[in-house]
């Protein structure tokens, strides 16, 4: 449940490319004030100081340019509705102690789904044998396909979405899974490999990594059975495009079926130019990973909670920019536990013994825990010796003090 505003306190939201009801809804519930009007960039640049907080989807770019006009007015975060930021520049945002937020798991399941679905389609050439149905053309021998059970996928990029994809294509498809990932997930159920072996073992390969780096170039390629099926719902620039469009058209490989492309139009209706539409051994899709209209609602609810959350009371989950909790920052810490008078000024005292002992807060958690009473914990980056805790049990509202 999220805190809500005091109506003389106001908080204004801009969502520049639009929310389903239901994330508008989150909004005002929390008592946040949402603005759905598009602006363009000079409508942003001379605006935006007047917003705490800025959500996008794909559509609007958020320039340094941008975020330096914020910077100097109100704006605190900017949020994604989606997954991927690209679209914007966290290192300046980062700069500017803006906070970059976005909801990865509103589109895990779509996702995962397109994904079944793509290997699917270019194992059973549905798509080439609609397109010859729809121009009057039946073509049965020619579209003879393979199917997925009890073939071995292997998955790089055992995230959210690998994850979920696994556990289809395990209990569906009786598929055996292979993954790699910087990161092993041991508890997943999937059987983690070298990339080399995921590469050479595998009948299906589907890609989950995001980012821009190549995972997947000549080296790779040329590793592959010739009969493997490559499946793409990460990025177009995670494949090398130039060796991949080689592979297919030489048969090295069995085909590629792709949601993502290096360069996207970015126009509805916008011609698409990418040169893997000349293959027949190829699915394409225009990038509807999250296209679904569960996901959609479900981003847009996540992507309000995660946002109010931090508007409201602090909270950094989904943070791309900043560490979501303090165990990501892998720096030591110590625990101080205080109970005291829930008065003002006690922070600042308790606060002034730290620094004058040169300790560092790293953070601090308050609540209630009797009427006129409150339990703190201090989370700190150096460990207090007996003599500073005796300096805090002499500041009058403190009750008591524990390590």
């Known amino acids: 449940m999220l805190l809500t505003l005091k109506e003389s306190l106001v908080v204004k939201v801009l969502l520049n490319d639009g929310l389903e009801q239901q994330g508008l809804k989150v909004f005002q519930d929390a008592g946040i004030e949402v603005d759905t009007k598009k602006r363009d960039t000079a409508g942003l640049l001379s605006e935006i100081d007047q917003f705490d907080a800025l959500v996008v989807r794909s559509a609007t770019k958020v320039t340094r340019e941008i975020i330096e006009a914020g910077a100097k007015g109100k704006l605190k975060i900017i949020g994604r509705a989606g997954v991927g930021y690209d679209n914007i520049d966290a290192a300046a945002a980062s700069e500017h102690g803006i906070v970059v937020k ?233 625990t101080l536990f205080i109970h005291h008078k829930d008065i003002p000024g006690v922070f600042a005292n308790i606060d002034k013994v730290l620094a004058e002992n040169n300790i560092n807060i790293r953070a601090n958690y308050s609540r209630q825990i009797n009427v006129g009473h409150a339990i703190s914990v201090y989370v700190l980056h150096q460990q207090v010796t007996q003599e500073i805790i005796t300096q805090l049990k002499a500041i009058p509202s403190i009750c008591n003090v524990k390590f």
Not at 109 to 117: C, F, G, H, P, S
Not at 121 to 145: C, D, M, V, Y
Not at 208 to 222: C, F, N, P, Q, W
Not at 249 to 277: Q, R, S
């Open 102 to 334: 976005i909801a990865p798991y509103g589109s895990t399941n779509a996702v995962a789904e397109l994904a079944i679905d793509l290997m699917l389609s270019i194992s059973r050439n549905t798509p080439q044998a609609h397109n010859s149905l729809k121009n009057g053309i039946w073509l049965k021998k020619r579209f003879e396909g393979k199917e997925l059970a009890y073939k071995t996928l292997g998955i790089i990029g055992c995230g959210r979405i690998g994850q979920k994809l696994a556990n289809i294509a395990k209990r569906g498809f009786d598929m055996d899974i292979l993954g790699y990932d910087l990161y092993p997930n041991q508890e997943s159920g999937i059987k983690y490999v070298s990339k080399e072996e995921l590469i050479q073992k595998s009948d299906y390969i589907s890609v989950h990594t995001g980012g821009k780096d190549i995972i997947i170039g000549e080296k790779e390629l040329s590793q592959m059975k010739s009969t493997t099926f490559i499946i793409n719902t990460s990025r177009g620039n995670n494949i090398d495009q130039t060796a991949l469009y080689t592979a297919l058209k030489e048969k090295k490989i069995g085909g590629y079926a792709t949601d993502v492309y290096k360069d996207e139009p970015k126009i509805e209706g916008d011609p698409f130019n990418d040169k893997l539409k000349e293959l027949d051994n190829v699915v394409l899709s225009s990038h509807l990973g999250a296209s679904t209209v569960e996901a959609q609602v479900e981003t847009s609810t996540e992507i309000a909670r995660v946002l109010s959350s931090y508007l409201l009371c602090g909270d950094f989950v989904n943070a791309v920019n900043a560490s979501e909790n303090i165990e990501v920052e892998e720096k030591p810490v110590f």
